[in-house]
């Protein structure tokens, strides 16, 4: 048992707040002189009707027993602050016992055992281009439905196509006025960016287009051959070429129902809002009025009878309701469309749809660039596979400047792990709703905060594994207690407390719908290993217990870094 599970149990017989509500405000003190962790009394005030310096005095005096002694050094009062210092000699045992238990996966749980996870993300649009845009929601929801999925849960993953709606009208459109069937057949999505982005250049000056549009699109909606044939065409060539895209990255779906998908479930929502009075005529369309929760009034059906977002996104909660049963439906989609989801739920809300309180939007910032933003329509983009491409290749630059001898083949392996590595460690790495300014220069700059730095740390305690050798490496399988015990300097401590707070980060990270929180993790314990690599020997310790403890903390080390970028679809590599 974790040193932070043994505290909360600890607490929890004495204070009168649950196992999750101690968990939840239990802290990680900013500097070592303050504790291995800290509990906050302030909580317990208004219950106990004393000061939370008094409450954390008693406190103290309650726990310390000698059941505490086996695993507490010692217990300070600081404020209202309990600061808990963990024994040295047993978390160097425990942490290096759980790791050798744990394997490949270290801090996985099954404290989400019988959930239903739905996570819906990357959803590009049909027909336009998959930039670097795309990657925020690509790699995120990919991270999130990771972090679900080692707790145990079911996780459906759901790339919910932008494959209907009013742009296809203004498509439709465009294709018949400017479309190149030669063009097409060479490069889809550039052909059809081509026209759709002229399309925005003559509306300005030939108003009439937008008319056009609109008719267009009704005509798709009631299924007219010409209209849908062109629909699906546009449709099949932009999923070949995100197909491509996934399979560089390893990322499969669970479900890839588009928008047009949902269309037929519509009349039902039309008929559960009509049941419950709330549909509402507004200029000829259809709205439900949502000023009780302090909402502008959501958008059902436009006065031609189309419809739009929201209405398919209401279809899309009874369709997964039924099918999937989900206990958590999770959007990951951009901050921009904060208002939408608000609205999208407060109407399942006040329709009293099954699962409406199951439904959770996770946001995120936008990719900038330097110069400005970016969009299909102005036909200002990065395409993310010339993003990955670039950064690969600068990779192999990089591995071959130091790796003359390097075969070919596993120099192109590497550099592929490696470039789209850095690239998605640079989505996650930070807060999700923190912008990301692009600049070719930060994100392929593998110094510092960066996946290859994690990489190399990795490669290092691989290349140090196998410096010691097969025989060596069998004894460290077997290492004592009393060999561990030996792990009580400071930079061991380090690695250790890094090591231990990895399974608390990937709970945290998974319940705050932040990956971020887990890579901070991993690249803290990185620090530490690196500062421990360079202070203290290890293949050249003389005291051979001292030789296998150093070498069982280096596994266990390397197991979790590599545990940490699995979790982030990051691969790992031998050499760098």
């Known amino acids: 048992m974790n040193s932070d599970t043994k505290i909360v149990d600890l607490l929890a017989q004495h204070i009168d ?7 939840e405000v239990l802290e990680i003190p900013p500097r070592a002189e303050l504790g291995d962790f800290a509990f906050p009394c302030f909580r317990l005030a208004k219950t106990m009707r004393q000061a939370p310096q008094k409450i954390a005095v008693e406190l103290k005096e309650k726990i310390e027993t000698a059941d505490t002694a086996a695993f507490i050094e010692r217990i300070e009062v600081a404020g209202a602050y309990l600061n808990f210092f963990i024994k040295r000699s047993y978390r160097a045992v425990n942490v290096i016992r759980r790791s050798l238990a744990a394997g490949e996966t270290p801090g996985a749980t099954d404290k989400l055992a ?9 959803s590009p649009n049909i027909a336009k281009p998959f930039h670097v845009g795309h990657a925020f ?7 999130i439905a990771n972090l679900y999925e080692y707790q145990g849960a079911e996780v459906f993953r759901f790339n919910h196509l932008g494959d209907y709606g009013t742009q296809f009208g203004k498509l439709i459109v465009a294709w018949k006025l400017w479309g190149d069937e030669e063009a097409l057949a060479k490069n889809a999505i550039t052909e059809l960016t081509r026209v759709y982005v002229k399309f925005h250049q003559e509306v300005e000056t030939r108003q009439e287009l937008d008319d056009e549009a609109r008719e267009a699109f009704r005509r798709l909606e009631n299924k007219e051959e010409e209209e849908l044939k062109l629909w699906q065409q546009f449709r099949d060539v932009s999923l070949e070429e995100f197909d491509k895209i996934y399979s560089r990255l390893k990322i499969e779906f669970d479900n890839t129902n588009g928008e047009s998908f949902y269309t037929n479930i519509i009349p039902e929502v039309i008929e ?13 369309a259809q709205v439900v009025d949502l000023e009780e ?15 739009i977002y929201a209405s398919r996104d209401l279809a899309a909660i009874l369709y997964r309701v039924k099918e999937y049963d989900y206990d958590l439906n999770i959007y990951v989609v951009g901050l921009p469309q904060k208002n939408h989801f ?4 407060a109407v399942a809300k006040k329709a009293d749809f099954p699962k409406a309180e199951n439904n959770v939007h996770v946001a995120f910032g936008t990719v900038k660039m330097a110069d400005g933003g970016f969009s299909t329509r102005s036909g200002n983009v990065i395409l993310l596979d010339d993003l990955l491409e670039t950064s690969v290749v600068k990779t192999s630059a990089i591995i071959r400047s130091n790796n003359e001898d390097m075969p070919e083949a596993e120099l192109k392996d590497s550099a592929e792990k490696i470039g789209l590595g850095a690239v998605r460690y640079a989505f996650l790495r930070a807060g999700r709703e923190r912008d990301i ?11 510092g905060d960066t996946a290859p730095y994690l990489q190399y740390t990795i490669a290092r305690c691989k290349a140090l594994v196998r410096k ?6 069998a004894e460290v399988e077997s290492v004592s207690d009393a060999a561990l015990e030996l792990l009580l300097e400071d930079e061991e401590q380090e690695v250790l407390k890094n090591i231990e707070l990895f399974p608390l980060s990937i709970e945290r990270a998974g319940k705050a719908y932040e990956p971020s929180i887990m890579m901070r993790q991993i690249l803290t314990l990185a620090r530490a290993f690196n500062k421990f690599y360079h202070n203290q020997p290890i293949l050249r310790c003389e005291n051979r217990d001292l030789l296998l403890a150093r070498l069982a903390l280096t596994e266990a080390v390397e197991r979790t870094l590599s545990a940490g970028l699995k979790l982030a679809g990051i691969e790992t590599v031998e050499r760098m």
């Open 293 to 307: 929760y302090d909402l502008k009034p959501c958008l059902i059906l436009k006065s031609d009878g189309s419809t």
């Open 437 to 447: 300014i692009f600049s070719w220069e930060e994100m392929l700059d593998f110094e």
């Open 114 to 122: 019988g959930q239903r996870i739905i996570v819906e993300y990357s």
């Open 17 to 23: 707040l649950t196992k999750e509500e101690i968990a």
């Open 137 to 143: 929601t690509t790699f995120l929801g990919e991270a």
């Open 272 to 284: 559960r809002l009509r049941e419950k009075d709330l549909l509402i005529e507004s200029e000829g």
């Open 468 to 473: 010691a050798g097969p025989a060596t490496m």
């Open 342 to 345: 608000e609205q999208v739920f």
